[in-house]
Each structure stands twice: as structure tokens, then as C-alpha cells.
């Protein structure tokens, strides 16, 4: 019986396409959800023609994480589920297995984009990582773009 599942989010309605299933069985197994965000490090970048340099602040992407989450969170508790949300720093699926490990979980739930062949060459996978590394039962749910605005404009014409 699953007690905590920790969920990747990435930002994107992709990614958030996992919450409704997550809604379905965490409420009836009383399982407590971890909303896990990773922020990946962004290296310096040169302004081209002049001398200036941005750097990224991680302490605003942490924010921004957190801001991101915490709607989501209101709705999961809104439903009677027990949640937390958790940011990280790093590369996404060694901080989403080391989160898992360090928060107790005994599955992970995350969305996959699904790509293959040039795409997956250039962007990798980071749920394939995440299978390989993990020790945990993790679910993936394949969902493309495509499939989330489907869902979105079905959702406006009710």
C-alpha cells in the first residue's frame, strides 16, 4: 500500500496532467503527496556586444517554484489530500530520486513528454533517468501537448 508518492511537476501542463490521477488514488489509500519541483542550474549568459552578464538567482527560483505549487496544493487539500510541496536544486532526475529517498516516498508519479528519436537525442529523458536510478515503483504517464489543450478546450465548452 502506498503511503507518500512524490510528484515532479516541471512547469508545464504537460507535467501537471498527472495531478488529476494523483487525486484519484490518494484520497482513498490516504496517501500523503510531496509536489516536488526541481530547479535545474542555468549557467551564466554573455549579452552579446556588450560586457554584461546575467546570472541566474536561485533564491528567486525557488520563489517562483513555490509560487507555482502552491495553487496546486490548495486544490489537492481542497479534496482532502494531505500535501507538501518541496524545491530542489540540480540536475531533475537525480534530485527527484534523491527526493523520494530522503522524503520516505515508496513511488513516484510523473508525466513524460513522450519524445523519440531527434527529439529525445537532443533533450534526453528525464523520467527514462529517473526509471533507471530509482529503487521505487515510479508511474509515468505519457502525455503530449497536444493532449493537454485537447483536454483544456473540452474543459472551456462544458
Given at each position: 500500500?502506498?503511503?507518500?508518492?512524490?510528484?515532479?511537476?516541471?512547469?508545464?501542463?504537460?507535467?501537471?496532467?498527472?495531478?488529476?490521477?494523483?487525486?484519484?488514488?490518494?484520497?482513498?489509500?490516504d496517501m500523503e503527496v510531496v509536489?516536488?519541483?526541481?530547479?535545474?542550474?542555468?549557467?551564466?549568459?554573455?549579452?552579446?556586444?556588450?560586457?554584461?552578464?546575467?546570472?541566474?538567482?536561485?533564491?528567486?527560483?525557488?520563489?517562483?517554484?513555490?509560487?507555482?505549487?502552491?495553487?496546486?496544493?490548495?486544490?489537492?487539500?481542497?479534496?482532502?489530500?494531505?500535501?507538501?510541496?518541496?524545491?530542489?536544486?540540480?540536475?531533475?532526475?537525480?534530485?527527484?530520486?534523491?527526493?523520494?529517498?530522503?522524503?520516505?516516498?515508496?513511488?513516484?508519479?510523473?508525466?513524460?513528454?513522450?519524445?523519440?528519436?531527434?527529439?529525445?537525442?537532443?533533450?534526453?529523458?528525464?523520467?527514462?533517468?529517473?526509471?533507471?536510478?530509482?529503487?521505487?515503483?515510479?508511474?509515468?504517464?505519457?502525455?503530449?501537448?497536444?493532449?493537454?489543450?485537447?483536454?483544456?478546450?473540452?474543459?472551456?465548452?462544458?
Amino acid at each position: 500500500m502506498y503511503k507518500r508518492a512524490v510528484v515532479a511537476l516541471d512547469g508545464s501542463p504537460v507535467g501537471e496532467a498527472i495531478i488529476p490521477f494523483i487525486l484519484e488514488i490518494a484520497g482513498p489509500l490516504d496517501m500523503e503527496v510531496v509536489l516536488l519541483r526541481v530547479n535545474q542550474p542555468v549557467p551564466p549568459e554573455v549579452i552579446e556586444g556588450s560586457r554584461h552578464v546575467t546570472v541566474e538567482d536561485p533564491e528567486a527560483s525557488r520563489i517562483d517554484a513555490e509560487k507555482y505549487m502552491a495553487p496546486i496544493a490548495v486544490e489537492l487539500r481542497g479534496k482532502g489530500v494531505r500535501v507538501r510541496t518541496l524545491v530542489r536544486r540540480g540536475q531533475p532526475a537525480e534530485e527527484i530520486v534523491a527526493a523520494a529517498r530522503e522524503t520516505g516516498a515508496d513511488l513516484i508519479a510523473m508525466t513524460t513528454h513522450g519524445r523519440s528519436g531527434l527529439g529525445r537525442l537532443l533533450f534526453g529523458s528525464v523520467a527514462e533517468a529517473v526509471l533507471r536510478e530509482s529503487r521505487l515503483p515510479v508511474f509515468l504517464m505519457r502525455v503530449t501537448e497536444a493532449q493537454v489543450a485537447a483536454r483544456a478546450a473540452q474543459a472551456a465548452a462544458r
